[in-house]
C-alpha cells in the first residue's frame, strides 16, 4: 500500500498533470464567460437579425416519427458562435502578447583574412596561422 501511495504522489507531482489540472479548471471558466458572452449578447443580435426565428421549434413528421431539426440547427449556430467568439478573443490576445522580433545577436567570432579560420572577434593575431590582424 506504501508503494502505491508513493507511486500515486511521484504521479500527481509531475508537473503536467498539475498544468492539465490547472488547463482544466481554467477552460471550465472561460467556457463559462464565452458561453454567457454568446448567449447573452451574440445570440440576441443574431435573432433581431433573423426576424426573432427560434430554429428549436423547427419540426417534421415522417411515418409517425417528430425529427426536431431545428435544435440541430441552432446546435450548429451556437457552435459557429462559440468558435468565432473564441477566434475573436485568442486574436486579441496574441496582438496583445506579440513580441518585438529580437535584433540579431553582434557576432563574437569572425574569418582571418589569411587561413579562413574561425577566431574570436577581439584577435589581433591568428591562433591558427599567427598572421598579424587589422584592426
Request: charge should be neutral; hydrophobic fraction near 45%.
Amino acid at each position: 500500500m506504501k508503494k502505491f501511495l508513493s507511486e500515486f504522489k511521484a504521479f500527481i507531482s509531475r508537473g503536467n498533470v498539475v498544468d492539465l489540472a490547472v488547463g482544466v479548471i481554467i477552460g471550465g471558466a472561460f467556457t463559462a464567460i464565452v458561453n454567457s458572452l454568446v448567449n447573452d449578447l451574440v445570440t440576441p443580435l443574431l435573432g433581431l437579425i433573423t426576424g426573432g426565428t427560434d430554429f428549436t421549434s423547427l419540426t417534421f413528421g415522417f411515418r409517425g416519427a417528430q425529427f426536431a431539426y431545428g435544435s440541430f440547427i441552432s446546435a450548429i449556430i451556437n457552435f459557429l458562435l462559440i468558435a468565432l467568439v473564441l477566434f475573436c478573443i485568442i486574436k486579441v490576445i496574441n496582438t496583445l502578447h506579440r513580441e518585438k522580433e529580437e535584433e540579431p545577436a553582434a557576432p563574437t567570432t569572425k574569418i582571418c583574412p589569411y587561413c579562413k579560420s574561425e577566431i574570436d572577434i577581439d584577435a589581433t593575431r591568428c591562433p591558427h596561422c599567427t598572421s598579424q590582424l587589422d584592426k
